[in-house]
Each structure stands twice: as structure tokens, then as C-alpha cells.
């Protein structure tokens, strides 16, 4: 493991203040699910417990737990299975949220309007505390990058956690988009959170035949048609397409165990490649470094330049 460089001004890690549950709809299975959350001691991270099972066993939210897979984000540990986590990992990430037990009755994170917001509302509602340790945080020391010209993302050294993402889909609604963000001061609840998943009307019945999208509506997607979107509200954002898959991959890196403080860029990327690029990052220890947060602003203790990595 690479090694933790020690500051005079750490920032603390923090949990939830009380445990707080919301119900919903699984995207993929169509099952109504309960979702609780719990707090937690300092170093637990996140875990999710399948209350459904015998003896509520546990999958850590972790890159080496995390399966490849274009639609969602699935969690695998012990034949036990979590999908569909990353709106949850997002609104975690954004809300500076390091240890917690989600507590689950079924195998997929309900979906809820399609959008990290009612989980960022859930955290705020339960409120935050901070633990007696530090937080740490992954620094990028060189660039790592997966994928190929037609779809890649990459991580690039950089002071903070900040992620571009472009996307171009041939469609009139959407076409090419692209946007940027920084992680400060709110930027995650204020211009991402409330970003929908979106999917295409022509796609659906395909995907139902693959036991896929049978909790899918109006209520909780963007569905784009031939000629237009067929949500009556419009869109949130005039770029929302692109701003959901940023959610999306702050969602993914997260499962690093720590706020990621570099640059991620993505082209037309997937879940799939997200979790490529953190296998490929967290197996090559000269990539990356842990350092120790110095404020709520995913920013690092210090500007003295990158920790050499270590084994």
C-alpha cells in the first residue's frame, strides 16, 4: 500500500449523524427496495449489508469488487451482488461522506428519480459528524488511461478532483455535449446532483427482453424519443445528458476507497470503463499516492507537489 504523508492540519473523516431510509424502485429488476443508512465507525468505508439474506452479509464498495458492465455499476463479494450503486457512490463522493453502512432488502440500489439528488437529501437530512481520523485521498502521479478512439477515459495528475467528460450521441436532443467541474464548495449538489439517467424509446423493449430496465419511467429517466424527449417537465439542465455521466463516473472512481484528487476526462466512456481505469490505476502503485485531505474542499495538505509512490 502506498503510503499516507502525515500534515500538521488534517481533515477529519466523516460519518452520518443518525441512521435515515427512503424506498424506491430498482431501475433494472423493477423491485421495490428498502434503503437505510447507517453510521459508521472511522476506516469502515462504505459497505452494503443485503438485510434480505441469511446472516445480512456484506459487499464492500470497492474497485476490486466492482464487475464490468455497460449499464450499471455492479458489486460483487462472495456470490452476494449489488447493482446500480453509482448514483448512491456519487451523492457519498459529493457529500464528503467516507464511512457508512448502507443497509439493502434487495439486490438493487433503488433508483429513485433517476438522479444522485434525493440521495444528497437524504444525507442532509441525516446531517454529518465528523471522526477521529484523517481523511485521505488518492493522488494521481502519472496519467492512466483505457479505451480506444472511440470511447476512453483517463486520469491525469491535478490539484483537485475535477472531471470533463464529452459525449455525441446522433440524436437532435443531444448531439455533442461536453462539461467540466471542479469538487468545491457545493459545485456537486448545484451542478450535477440533480442530473437524470437517460436511455432511448427504440431501446427499451430490447432491454426488458434482457431482463434489463423493468423499473424504467417517466418518473425516474429521461426518455429520449425520434423526435424529442417525452418527459412533459423538459430537461433540468439544457446539457443534462453529459452532466448525468459525470455524476455517473464521480460515482465509479469513489469505489477507490477515497476522493481521487487528479483529473478524470472521459469520451463517450461506460461504467465499464470506469471500473477498467480503476483496476488499472490501483494495481500499478508508481499511478497513484495517498494523501491527506486538508479541508472539506477535496483539496490536499499541502502544495508541495506529488508524494512518491511507495510499496
Known sequence: MNAIRPTAFPAPRR???SAIHCTGVGLHSGRRTLLRLVPAEAGTGVVFRRIDLP?????AALWD?????????????????????????AALAGSEIDDVVVEIDGPEVPIMDGSAAPFVFL??????????????????????RVGDARS????????????????????????Q??????????????????????????????????????GGSLENAIV???DGILN??????????????????????YLAGAPILGRFEGYKSSHALSARLLRTLMTDPSAWAYDVMADSMMTPAWDSGPLAATA
Open 232 to 253: 412533459e417537465e423538459g430537461l433540468r439542465y439544457t446539457d443534462e445528458f453529459v452532466r448525468h455521466k459525470i455524476v455517473d463516473s464521480i460515482g465509479d472512481l
Open 224 to 226: 429520449v424519443a425520434e
Open 55 to 59: 446472516g445480512a452479509p456484506e459487499v
Open 152 to 175: 476512453w477515459a483517463a486520469l491525469r495528475p491535478g490539484p483537485a478532483a475535477s472531471f470533463t467528460f464529452e459525449i455525441d450521441f446522433p440524436h437532435p436532443v443531444i448531439r
Open 177 to 214: 455535449q461536453s462539461f467540466g467541474v471542479t469538487l468545491h464548495n457545493g459545485t456537486f449538489k448545484n451542478q450535477l446532483s440533480r442530473a437524470r439517467t437517460f436511455g432511448f424509446l427504440h431501446e427499451v423493449d430490447r432491454l426488458r427482453e434482457l431482463g434489463l430496465a423493468r
Open 65 to 89: 469488487r466492482a464487475i464490468e458492465s455497460p449499464l450499471c455499476t455492479t458489486l460483487v463479494e462472495n456470490d452476494v451482488t449489488v447493482s446500480t450503486v453509482e448514483h448512491l457512490m
Open 15 to 17: 460519518t452520518i449523524k
Open 123 to 144: 444525507i442532509e437530512c441525516a446531517g454529518a459528524v465528523e471522526l477521529a481520523q484523517p481523511r485521505s485521498a488518492i493522488r494521481i502521479l502519472k496519467e492512466v
